[in-house]
């Protein structure tokens, strides 16, 4: 007996409260973080998006991407035109699937239960969990090299430390301690809210800006321009299986697919929006432009260097260690490196902490939502980085980390659906209430299991799965015409999903699609937002006298309410 009053007191202690006077309810489908937000918590402007987006590209991975396609042989115009067009396409899928957010005010936890069911949408929960665990981990170790970096510009020693590690260890002392300190710096942050993030999303996007443009500018005034790499043409083997055209293609799916984890869950941060025209002013120009311009900043800046150090540095890291002489530098070498390699590493924290620790949270939040909210789960999130091991994934496990780059292939279909489902068959229309309860739902459909969804996505990513495969084992000669589809990916996984699932929708319809609640249940809109949706203020007392809390959930407003609310929406 006494056991079990224990862990009923444990359970009270650890079980999330919400704020009942703003419906924040907790229980099996819902807490405070996975309601749809209230206008008081929609805080983000256009800078916040911008800085949302800019965080993503302001990143080592982004500044090496033109390398990705010169060491392919393309050309530098080539390499560029992929950059253009992708950024492109990244900008148009970004908004598309974010708009559910910006229009409901739900995350991409409750946005997928219209579509796959309330207990089918942990299919892609789990999947997302598991990619931000990862790549949680593995920019933590990124990151941790920058840390490394800046150490060794304030002492240099540091460069030279003894590795105390035996030979079974993949890593050294040197990088292993980087880690630690941009795990432990990187911790306090994740006690900001999202609705907190523009002073950080400002000091990063402005320190990280302007230390690149510092480093081009010193790169081209010390080697005076720049080196050949500037200048490179086509440059394909004459052997080669793969035209220009086709490689060009492959590019283009790759830097889409680099960030489709970004594009999934897109409506995570949409939600928070204080107005529409914020989101898609400060995400189209933070797509085009800051994600295009960091890609030519670091092109040029490796093509100057080249002309400086004789040889082409893509990785800022190495660079950074060149340019004070592994700490061997002047004072004024090391301060720079400093600033520099601070900047990277400030701005790999937060976009860390945006894109996988945060996110990592609100996905954990809808499996487990009567003891998790986004802070709890971004804090497993972050110490998952401990168990994942990510110095085994980098220096060994390169075929595993090449997999969770491809698993575009997965991600496609579910966005195929997700802008199928919302556009074409809900008609962006979608009933809240049933979002949040099994009960009479609407999108209970089979047992919480919408089976149209996982057949649709399963034809998705089935013809390109086997070109993902190929490619990963580096066959010396694969089918060509599964590398072909694989080189189509993105855009074949979400055309697929998106046609099938029609098409089941079509042959085996689901009632009351394009249904909504008739109240505002959860205090969502603002006066001007359910006037055009075309639903009642929860806080409209004319119609909602004697209606209150629980009761609004499952009520059908008929009577005289009814009548007064076909009156209030003509």
């Known amino acids: 007996m006494a056991i079990r009053q224990r862990f009923v007191a444990l359970n009270e202690s650890v079980r999330l ?34 800085g949302f987006w800019s965080i993503a590209s302001l990143n080592l991975a982004n500044w090496q991407t033109p390398n990705t396609y010169l060491t392919q042989g393309l050309s530098v115009r080539q390499a560029m035109l992929i950059i ?29 239960r219209y579509s796959w069911g309330l207990r089918a949408s942990y299919i892609p929960l789990l999947q997302r969990i598991l990619l931000n665990f990862i790549w949680n981990a593995v920019q933590c170790w990124n990151g941790g090299r920058l840390c490394a970096v800046c150490i060794t510009a304030i002492w240099p020693s540091f460069a030279r430390i003894e590795n105390t590690f035996g030979p079974d260890m993949p890593t050294t002392t040197y990088e292993f301690v980087g880690f630690v300190v941009f795990w432990f710096l990187s911790t306090p942050f994740l006690w900001i809210r999202p609705e907190n993030f523009r002073i950080p999303f400002l000091v990063v996007c402005t320190w990280c800006s302007v230390g690149m443009l ?33 490689l060009i293609m492959a590019g283009i799916n790759q830097s889409i697919g680099s960030l489709a984890a970004g594009i999934t869950n897109g409506s995570d941060f949409s939600r928070y929006a204080s107005a529409r025209r914020h989101y898609v002013i400060g995400t189209i120009t933070s797509c085009l432009i800051t994600g295009i ?28 260690m060149v340019m004070m002489d592994n700490g061997n530098g002047s004072s004024k070498a090391r301060a720079g490196v400093f600033f520099l390699s601070a900047g990277f590493a400030f701005t790999a924290m937060f976009e860390n902490i945006c894109g996988n620790a945060i996110a990592g949270g609100i996905d954990l939040a809808g499996l487990f939502p009567r003891y998790v909210d986004i802070r709890r789960g971004a804090i497993i999130t972050f110490l998952a980085a401990w168990i994942v091991q990510p110095w085994q994934l980098i220096n060994r496990a390169t075929t595993f980390i090449a997999v969770l780059s491809s698993f575009s292939v997965f991600l496609a279909p579910m966005i195929g659906i997700m802008a199928c489902d919302y556009y074409i068959l809900r008609k962006r229309r979608v009933r809240l209430s049933h979002l949040y309860r099994t009960e009479d739902s609407t999108y209970y459909f089979w047992k919480g299991i919408n089976w149209r969804a996982i057949s649709a996505w399963i034809c998705g990513w089935g013809p390109t799965i086997g070109g993902l495969v ?6 010396p000669s694969p089918p060509r015409p599964l590398v072909q589809l694989y080189y189509m990916a993105f855009l074949i996984g979400f055309f697929i999903s998106a046609t099938v699932f029609y098409v089941l929708n079509l042959a085996f319809p689901v009632p009351d699609m394009n249904q909504i609640d008739d109240v505002d249940v959860y205090g969502t809109f603002t006066a001007e937002e359910a006037r055009r949706i075309g639903v009642v203020p929860l806080s409209d007392n004319t119609f909602l006298d004697g209606i209150n809390g629980p009761e609004i959930q499952t009520s059908v407003v008929s009577g005289e309410k009814g009548q007064a609310l076909q009156d209030y929406n003509a």
């Open 84 to 112: 253009v067009v992708g950024r492109v396409f990244i900008a148009m899928f970004s908004t598309l699937i974010a708009w559910a957010g910006l229009k409901w005010h739900v995350g991409f936890t409750v946005q997928n």
């Open 17 to 50: 409260r919400g704020d009942a006077a703003q419906h924040e309810q907790t229980d099996a489908w819902s807490n405070r973080d996975l309601i749809p937000l209230p206008p008081s918590r929609r805080t983000w402007g256009w800078f916040n998006f911008f």
């Open 293 to 320: 311009l960091v890609s030519l900043i670091g092109l040029v800046t490796a093509a100057a260097a080249q002309k400086i150090y004789g040889e082409v540095y893509w990785n800022p890291p190495d660079l950074l």
């Open 214 to 246: 510092a480093w081009m500018i010193w790169a081209l005034t010390v080697a005076k321009g720049v080196g050949p790499l500037w200048n490179t043409g086509q440059q394909i083997p004459a052997g080669s299986s793969w035209s220009s055209s086709w």
């Open 470 to 475: 190929v490619t990963v084992r580096m066959d």
